[in-house]
């Protein structure tokens, strides 16, 4: 087990790795194999109407003119040993893990991602807790009434809430709900938990809402069909022949067994909001990893790049090294080797 | 609160009603009329801000909130080259001159703000010397000096550290050889470019005559900067305040506070009221949100000033009591198309006359975004909105803006090509309003023969490698090209020297000016640039703007516009001409 645990960990910092040296070379081969020089990446991080020389200048201080070894290289000296930085009047030195400068703010990475992991971390946890609740629940309770007029509506919902996008569902409650009956929170508001955890949640409602709608569909059909296929199982019709009472067969014996794969996917749900729910953040524009990414992406701000990547790919390995621990622990069959 | 109700009602029903319109594909939705008399009456008519101030008051206190669908390049004053930024900047920073906070035309004329009074020019406009105001300090206490002035423009000479800003005191200054910047040469002597003969008195050498050179000291490098409290790339998360207001919260990237700066002498500045307690901006907000929050009360301005997303203009316009709350300026961008008389036949000017005459300006605004979010139809290069615009239309293409003819037939005759020529139309691909309107051109040139082959051109090298080097240009026949056009100030020599000046033109590319190429208009030029009485300069730079449409070197397009939703908690509302969008430095709180 806990050499299992070390390889995999050894594995993830390889494909941590992988990830960023295939964004480096996605932002640089790219427009490179297009025939664009250094200097024509240069002009997208200079004021309007730059002068030729004002672009050269910032190729050379971005560092464009080097080999793209030498680049990268250090991008992964700074992430381990930390960078220095010319501000101007002076030096300043930037502690590991120096994920570099942006080319656009010119300010450390780092500690922005520091400063929104908290947002999405909220989201994304909240948004859970209300998903997995309403989607396992109603998916239990539609399973038991298969055909009844619940269970129709309820899988008529969710199949709405599937596929209804979140820029769609989003800006339509903000109207409804925040600017025509001043019930919620309106757009980009967002407090720390710290501060006040009661507007923090209540800031976060709609988004969690919102957001557990569109996954609490995709459970709650999940947990429908799982429970359809073990309630029909023997042990079941065992279970009830030995005179237990219906909820316990339904909670101890049903759903514990529908349950794994639900799980399963939890995780990987979790672990890949962590990175950023980019299309909840936009459209609530809260401050988040996900509104980071876009930013970023839209800006082509390679080290913004590059920490939120790296930061989503962390959550999305991590994450699926969880979920097959438990996979050990949920079914006692599989065994970690 | 009943009000705001049915307006929410009524926002929201508006919004469904698109959604469903989207969803039937085209089935016509009615606006509703709801809430309707009672929220125009309270706002003000359609285009009510840009002639007069929406909802005069003198009401201090109150908290304004701004929002920005994108981010500042920068908060420094060293290092912004926005439009909006150098509009909002005068909240926290005073530079030697500004322009004045008043609505429409008046908001052009250049006011002092640190300076006692406009620059004295001496030595044929070469040099220009400001007195300094007493009593202005920093937010901390300290007293503002000329020294800060020139330290701040010094610093800004640095592109490395600084690469968002202009350029306009690197160049025009007489700064030594090899001169570097504040940062990198420290100890440089740099009283050739701006001495400092004492504590109140600043004074600037040019390296030519410049005779508007007030519009260089509204510029925010002027703002003073204590340079024990510099931070170079940092400045920016606390600029030290000489303005009404200082920087409180600032998160770059999220958004940032103003609160009052009690340094702030109001007797020293009589251009700010200085009426809200503070400022709440929030940066990177989703746009569509940004227009719905305003429209419902929620938000007062959208800070870039550019106008609605297409889904909050669809609302808007076509619902009388929405549409009366916003107002439709015209800006100081224009958009053109060149031609190139180093393309033959486009070198005889009966064949310029044709395309002049051919274009089908409508279907060039419809191109553009239409008559409120693209712009006003454009019979000459400078914007109404600058001072020197004079209403002219040098090759009428019909009373009815499609274009003429038989006049194009005509022409096509005197030039020698009775049945038309071919050639070809530059636009950079990443534009589909440029696309758009190159096709408009294809379309309606193509009635006269004019056949015209598209050819798009990546906009990054677009003027380095393409259209803007007359070496590609003329060997590749491209004999006309789409392009814009914006001033960095309302002035001729800002909008026009570097779109008509045939000396900008590099053999090796990269410049703005690909078509123009008529001495006369060069001697013109230097003129203005001599001319320091401000009436007789505008007088130059209307005669420029006529000659360079008599020789048909232009085809104007339109003079960009945008629909801006007034705030309904705002005071002071009005659209400011030397920016194109609100004032942002007369707004108080109802």
Not at chain 1, 179 to 193: E, S, V, W
Request: charged content about 20%.
């Amino acid at each position: 087990m806990v050499t299992y645990i070390i390889r995999r960990l050894i594995w993830s910092v390889v494909m941590l790795s992988i990830v960023s040296i295939i964004t480096f070379a996605i932002f640089f081969l790219v427009p490179r194999l297009a025939g664009a020089t250094s200097e024509d990446l240069a002009a997208r991080y200079v004021g309007r109407t730059a002068s030729a020389e004002q672009v050269k200048v910032a190729a050379e201080k971005l560092g464009f003119n080097d080999p793209l070894v030498v680049q990268y290289g250090r991008f992964a000296k700074g992430i381990v040993a930390g960078a220095d930085y010319d501000y101007g009047p002076g030096v300043e030195h930037c502690p590991a893990p120096c994920f570099g400068y942006s080319f656009l703010t010119r300010l450390p990475v780092w500690p922005d991602l520091l400063d929104r992991l908290p947002v999405t971390v909220s989201l994304a946890i909240g948004a859970a807790v209300i998903w997995v609740i309403a989607g396992v629940a109603t998916g239990v309770l539609s399973a038991l009434r298969r055909g009844s007029f619940f269970d129709r509506a309820a899988m008529g919902i969710a199949l709405a809430g599937v596929s209804l996008p979140i820029f769609f569902t989003g800006i339509v409650s903000l109207v409804v709900f925040s600017y025509g009956l001043h019930i919620t929170a309106p757009g980009n508001t967002y407090t720390p938990f710290l501060d006040n955890p009661a507007t923090w949640a209540y800031n976060l409602l709609l988004p969690w809402i919102t957001l557990a709608f569109l996954y609490a569909a995709g459970y709650a059909r999940l947990t429908r069909a799982g429970m359809l296929e073990t309630m029909g199982e023997d042990y079941i019709r065992t279970a009830r022949a030995k005179g237990l009472p219906e909820r316990v067969v339904v909670a101890k014996h049903g759903l514990r067994g529908a349950l794994t794969p639900i799980l399963t996917i939890f995780g990987l749900d979790l672990g890949l909001l962590l990175g950023g729910a980019v299309l909840t953040e936009s459209t609530y524009s809260l401050p988040g990893m996900g509104k980071y990414a876009i930013d970023a992406i839209s800006h082509q701000d390679l080290p913004q790049v590059m920490g939120v990547t790296l930061v989503a790919a962390f959550f999305v390995v991590f994450a699926n090294l969880v979920v097959d621990l438990l996979y050990a622990v949920v079914d006692p069959r599989v065994r970690l080797v | 609160m009943q009000k705001t109700t049915r307006l929410g009602v009524a926002a929201l029903s508006a919004v469904l009603a698109l959604g469903l319109a989207a969803c039937g594909g085209g089935s016509s939705s009615t606006p509703p009329a709801s809430g309707g008399a009672t929220a125009a009456g309270a706002t003000g008519e359609f285009n009510g801000a840009l002639t007069a101030v929406v909802n005069p008051s003198d009401k201090k206190g109150g908290i304004l909130k701004f929002a920005n669908a994108g981010d500042w390049d920068s908060l420094d004053p060293g290092d912004t080259y926005y439009g909006y930024s150098w509009n909002f900047i005068r909240l926290y920073g005073r530079s030697l001159v500004m322009f004045k906070s008043a609505p429409g035309k008046e908001g052009n004329e250049l006011t002092p703000d640190l300076a006692e009074g406009l620059g004295t020019p001496s030595d044929d406009a070469k040099t220009w010397t400001y007195k300094l105001k007493a009593g202005i300090k920093f937010e901390d206490g300290t007293p503002v000096t000329s020294k800060d002035v020139k330290y701040g423009v010094e610093r800004s000479f640095d592109k490395e550290v600084f690469p968002d800003g202009y350029t306009y005191f690197n160049d025009f200054l007489n700064w030594p050889k090899d001169y570097k910047g504040a940062y990198k040469s420290k100890d440089v002597n740099t009283d050739s470019a701006i001495e400092t003969p004492d504590d109140q008195t600043i004074v600037f050498h040019l390296k030519q005559p410049l005779s508007n050179f007030d519009y260089f000291a509204q510029l925010p490098a002027t703002i003073p900067v204590p340079k024990d409290k510099d931070t170079g790339a940092k400045y920016k998360e606390h600029v030290i305040a000489t303005g009404p207001y200082k920087f409180d919260k600032n998160e770059i990237g999220k958004g940032f506070t103003l609160v009052r700066n009690d340094q702030w002498d109001p007797a020293t500045d009589p251009n700010r009221k200085a009426l809200p307690d503070g400022y709440d901006v929030a940066t990177n907000v989703n746009a569509d949100d940004i227009d719905n929050r305003i429209l419902a009360g929620d938000l007062d301005v959208d800070i870039a000033g550019t106008g609605v997303q297409p889904a909050a203009l669809g609302r808007v316009l076509p619902d009388p009591a929405l549409k009366a709350g916003t107002d439709n300026p015209t800006g100081t961008r224009l958009w053109y198309t060149s031609i190139n008389g180093n393309v033959p036949p486009l070198d005889n000017i009966e064949c310029r006359k044709a395309v002049e005459y051919a274009a089908d300006k409508t279907a060039l605004q419809t191109a553009w975004g239409g008559e409120f979010a693209g712009g006003q139809i454009a019979t000459s290069l400078l914007p109404p909105s600058i001072p020197g615009h004079e209403d002219f239309n040098t090759w009428v293409p019909g009373a009815d803006n499609k274009g003429d003819v038989t006049k194009a037939k005509e022409a096509l005759t005197a030039c020698g090509q009775p049945n038309g020529f071919e050639t070809n139309i530059s636009y950079r691909a990443e534009r589909p309003k440029e696309k758009a309107a190159a096709e408009a051109l294809q379309q309606s040139l193509g009635r006269v023969g004019i056949k015209l082959t598209l050819k798009p051109f990546p906009q990054a090298d677009y003027f380095a490698l393409y259209a803007g080097k007359p070496g590609y240009a003329k060997d590749n026949k491209l004999g006309l090209a789409m392009n814009g056009w914006q001033s960095d100030w309302p002035d001729g020599f800002g909008f026009l020297q570097q779109i008509v000046d045939s000396r900008v033109i590099r053999d090796t590319g990269g410049s703005s000016n690909v078509s123009v190429r008529d001495p006369e208009v060069d001697k013109l030029i230097d003129q203005a640039m001599e001319q320091t009485d401000a009436n007789a300069r505008n007088g130059i730079w209307t005669q420029i703007d006529k000659k360079v449409m008599d020789d048909a070197y232009i085809l104007p397009n339109v003079w960009a516009k945008a629909l801006l939703v007034r705030s309904k908690n705002a005071t002071n509302v009005f659209v400011n001409d030397a920016y194109g969008m609100y004032d942002y430095l007369g707004m108080g709180v109802k």
